[in-house]
């Protein structure tokens, strides 16, 4: 069971690339583009020397719903853009997960927030939903 604070979607018959690719072209269906990618199982074996399993995290955003959020909140930049990952499972498949805006824009004080968190909530589910086809 994931912590509530995620949103996940197990693939235990999607192998990683593909996950990766199905992940992008959701996304972008949804009108989210990927501005960054870090490649955690890189990373962590040249930094540290450690052998760590496949984990992407796409830095997702979408530009209408990001300026919505901005206008609304100056500072949200410090939440942007949303996070989706794209982890290798032991075994083989993959899982997606992504930080549930409903959650983490609960810090933020802001009522006007809340449906815009609502509507790229609505957007990570289809997204999540979409990967199983």
């Keep these: 069971m994931p912590p509530e604070y995620v949103l996940e979607r197990e693939l235990p018959d999607v192998d990683y690339d593909t996950a990766v ?17 870090i490649d955690v199982q890189a990373t962590l074996k040249k930094k540290l020397d450690v052998d760590f399993r496949r984990y992407l995290i796409l830095g997702a955003c979408n530009p209408p719903l990001a300026h919505r959020a901005l206008e609304a909140e100056t500072h949200l930049g410090a939440l ?6 794209v982890m290798e499972r032991d075994g083989g498949g993959s899982t997606v997960f992504a930080f549930r805006p409903s959650k983490g ?6 009522p006007a927030m809340e449906p815009i968190a609502d509507e790229v909530e609505q957007r990570i589910e289809r997204v999540l939903a979409r990967l199983a086809d």
């Design 21 to 37: 690719q199905k992940v992008t072209a959701c996304l972008s269906d949804e009108g989210f583009g990927v501005l960054t990618e």
């Design 80 to 85: 942007l853009p949303c996070n989706v990952i």
């Design 105 to 110: 824009f609960r810090i933020v004080d802001n």
